[in-house]
């Protein structure tokens, strides 16, 4: 069973860091592309970032581009996403997702960043 | 980047009912078009793929259409397990992006 499990959410200040971390189960992790994408509060789901399989490509969306880094772990089954300068609006549910170029087959639950003072 | 405009926003219906949402590319997209299920403190669940493919193990009742600029996603037969938002996305080109979304109720 596929199983992706987000962890390291929190209450972070303004301008603060967070690295989110995603354990992958129940398939051969290094053989898909992974991604981030995040739900704001009352908001609809925005894509945030890809990674291929040896981290061969790296996409972001503009709203994050420079700010976040995601990276992978093949020998550790994990996905990371390192978010620096956070905003307000970068308050959300961000949720770990497998799936080649867009495609998002499976998801995990998501784990909560609050961005406030 | 591509737009996509989903509607309705909300929408209450019975049990039983056939229910229709609609999403709009703002340039032709192909077939590159997913539909997700989410449902509140649960992973959002892959329904629908390349606009009318069903995913394995969802009920047949959840159907797609469409190509181009518009499609179309139907629940012939409306079940209260039903209720979640629902929501399009393309994938044809980045930045990937997400229609609005749609909160289905049961009236």
């Known amino acids: 069973e596929v199983q992706l499990v987000e962890s390291g959410g929190g209450l972070v200040k303004p301008g603060g860091s967070l690295r989110l971390s995603c354990a992958a189960s129940?398939?051969?992790?290094?053989?898909?592309?992974m991604n981030w994408v995040r739900q704001a509060p009352g908001k609809g789901l925005e894509w945030v970032s890809s990674i291929g399989l040896s981290s061969t490509y790296i996409y972001y969306a503009d709203s994050v581009e420079g700010r976040f880094i995601i990276s992978r772990d093949n020998a550790k089954n994990s996905l990371y996403l390192q978010m620096n300068s956070l905003r307000a609006e970068d308050t959300a549910v961000y949720y770990c997702?497998?799936?080649?170029?867009?495609?998002?087959?499976?998801w995990g639950q998501g784990t909560l960043v609050t961005v406030s003072s | 980047d591509i737009q996509m405009t989903q509607s309705p926003s909300s929408l209450s219906a019975s049990v039983g009912d056939r229910v229709t949402i609609t999403c709009q590319a703002s340039q032709d997209i192909t077939n590159f078009l997913n539909w997700y299920q989410l449902k509140p403190g649960k992973a959002p669940k892959l329904l629908i793929y390349d606009a009318s493919n069903l995913e394995t193990g969802v009920p047949s009742r959840f159907s797609g259409s469409g190509s181009g600029t518009d499609f179309t996603f139907t629940i012939s037969s409306l079940q209260p397990e039903d209720i979640a938002t629902y929501y399009c996305q393309q994938y044809d080109n980045l930045p990937y992006s997400f229609g609005q979304g749609t909160k289905l109720e049961i009236k």
């Open positions: 129940g398939f051969t992790f290094s053989a898909y592309s």
């Open positions: 997702a497998r799936g080649p170029d867009g495609f998002f087959n499976y």
